[in-house]
């Protein structure tokens, strides 16, 4: 069996679900391909910055999202070891809205999902991208799924959408750096939603242990969402630490034992579902001027997940690139024009996300090495205001640029 479309979206996460939805809106035919059914949770901190909710309305999920997501982000804190610092969350200056707020990950991604139906992308779950052969005009794209036969698909435009933490799928004409070896330093990443826990809602923690950071936020209906990233060594001694214990657990007591704060919020609170995890985290850019397939979200590169940004990064790189392809019609989509989308991508990408991923690195190193978490401690208990400032460079305050986006109409 086979389908022809204009462009088709590998991975329904934030970034390939907006990005359907913007093309569809374009006039594009779209095929949205993800593999696994929804809704499904996902390894995340499920904050959303200030700056993407005027986003989330021109891609038509807006209402939804305000109905349903936790209190707004007001105050955050910097937890290590005994220490809790609090300070005012920076407001979004520009837009319609002052401050960010928390939203599950099978919510959120299930309904921009459901939203890209509406405008009229054609859907295939759960089945997953294989292999993608030929080229620009003319890609193949192979498309399998438990107990179904192999499916043809075939597109003149391929946008990679399929994250980070999974291996994606062959494409031909992709540049694949040499596997990285396993060390030390690897980050793992782990999650868990818990009832009744003991967190203001509005407060945005921070958590910074040795070998490990996180965060910890209310979301919809009084759901706590404890999110972090765990050294490969650190994880390994955990887990001596706690023999009988899943790795999930291990974490968790960890996070316990180390950081006093987060015992006080866990302390009446029942964990709702299993542990989470993903890993290891590369982060870093890449994102490449001469690829076959156009990259958004973590595809494209990946900040440190210290400063909550990738659903920002996501949603904002679909909104770059998606006007940047339908400013002519997919029909007359040749390899010059692509070239050169993908330069002015590229250097559009750069310019948005990079400063945000140096800055994340360097608060992730801060977080995990406790002399400089202690350090970090001295200044912010000296100068609260340097955690509204740090708050601010991370991006909370940063509007997306949405000017040359037409809102979506339902098909
Ligand atoms: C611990 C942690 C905390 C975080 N906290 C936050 C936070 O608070 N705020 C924030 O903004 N960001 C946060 N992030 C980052 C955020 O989760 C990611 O940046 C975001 O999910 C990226 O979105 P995406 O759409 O690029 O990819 P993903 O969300 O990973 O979606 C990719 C989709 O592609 C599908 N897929 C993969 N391969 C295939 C295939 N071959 N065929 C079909 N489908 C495929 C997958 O099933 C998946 O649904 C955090 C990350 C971590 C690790």
């Given at each position: 069996m086979s389908e022809v479309c204009d462009a088709l979206v590998i991975g329904a996460g934030p970034a390939g679900s907006a990005m359907a939805i913007l093309l569809a809106a374009a006039g594009w035919r779209v095929s949205l391909v993800e593999q696994h059914a929804f809704p499904r949770r996902k390894v995340c901190g499920e904050c959303i910055a200030a700056g993407n909710l005027e986003l989330l309305d021109r891609l038509g999920v807006g209402q939804e999202f305000h109905a349903i997501a936790?209190?707004?982000?007001?105050q955050v804190g910097w937890l290590n070891a005994a220490t809790t610092l609090v300070a005012d969350m920076p407001a979004c200056?520009?837009?319609?809205?002052?401050f960010g707020r928390a939203l599950g990950r099978e919510i959120l991604d299930a309904l921009l999902l459901r939203r890209a139906r509406e405008v009229g992308v054609s859907v295939w779950q759960?089945?997953?991208?294989?292999s993608v052969a030929g080229t620009i005009g003319a890609y193949r794209v192979e498309v399998v799924g438990r107990g179904q036969p192999t499916r043809q698909l075939e597109t003149r435009i391929l946008v990679d959408a399929h994250g980070s933490w999974e291996r994606g799928p062959k494409i031909t004409g992709e540049e694949y750096g040499a596997r990285v070896p396993n060390r030390a330093g690897d980050l793992f990443a782990f999650k868990a939603n818990f009832l009744r826990a003991a967190i203001r809602p509005g407060f945005l923690p921070v958590l910074a242990l040795r070998g490990a950071y996180g965060g910890m936020v209310l979301g919809e209906f009084g759901r706590a969402t404890l999110a972090c990233c765990i050294r490969r060594d650190t994880l390994a001694a955990c887990r001596a630490a706690e023999p009988q214990a899943t790795a999930g657990a291990a974490v968790e007591a960890y996070l316990r034992r180390e950081c006093s704060g987060v015992g006080q919020m866990l302390a009446g609170a029942e964990r709702e579902g299993a542990w989470l995890s993903v890993g290891p985290l590369r982060p870093g850019v890449r994102l490449s001027a001469r690829g076959a397939a156009f990259r958004v979200g973590n595809a494209a590169g990946e900040s440190h997940p210290l400063i909550g940004e990738g659903i920002s990064m996501a949603l904002q790189s679909a909104a770059v690139l998606a006007p940047l392809l339908a400013a002519r019609p997919a029909a007359a989509f040749d390899a010059t024009w692509a070239a050169d989308v993908h330069r002015r991508y590229a250097a559009a990408w750069r310019g948005a996300f990079v400063p945000r991923l140096r800055l994340a690195a360097i608060y992730a190193h801060l977080a995990m090495r406790p002399p400089l978490a202690r350090a970090a401690g001295g200044l912010l208990r000296r100068w609260p205001g340097l955690l509204m400032t740090a708050a601010r460079f991370a991006g909370k305050t940063r509007r997306a640029q949405i000017s040359y986006l037409k809102p979506p109409e339902p098909a």
């Open positions: 936790g209190p707004e982000l007001r200056a520009a837009g319609p809205y002052a759960p089945l997953q991208v294989r």
